[in-house]
């Protein structure tokens, strides 16, 4: 049958084995507050390349004083004709739990600020 080849490629390039996330090359800025007992994040950076996909923050971890989250998305795959530059990203998450401050992972560079009301 000829749609089986297809179907197979098509199931091969959507497969999440392919889509591992890594850290965006940088953070550009972090903004967090408390409201209503739970901490928001928002935070804006950039990739090199386009095509990256589903920008998102996560904890790693949380001892009540300091939040440690990574920012993270989906590159491209490596087949894909993309522009090759810094292309901006953005992400936000709200986290349940008490911290003084937040330091957020890129590649290449961490920012740190304080959790405001």
């Not at 810094?86 to 959790?115: F, I």
Request: glycine share 6%.
């Amino acid at each position: 049958m000829k749609l089986f080849p297809l179907a197979a490629s098509l199931l091969l390039l959507s497969s999440p084995a392919l889509a591992v996330e890594k850290r965006v090359f940088k953070i550009d800025s972090l903004i967090v507050t408390r409201k209503a007992g739970v901490i928001q994040l928002k935070a804006k950076g950039a990739v090199q390349t386009g095509g990256w996909t589903k920008a998102r923050l996560h904890l790693l971890h949380n001892d009540g004083r300091v939040m440690t989250v990574e920012f993270l998305a989906t590159p491209p795959l490596p087949e894909m004709t993309v522009i090759d530059g810094l292309v901006p990203v953005a992400a936000a998450a709200v986290v349940k739990g008490r911290a003084s401050s937040v330091h957020l992972l890129a590649d290449q560079n961490e920012m740190t600020s304080e959790v405001t009301r």
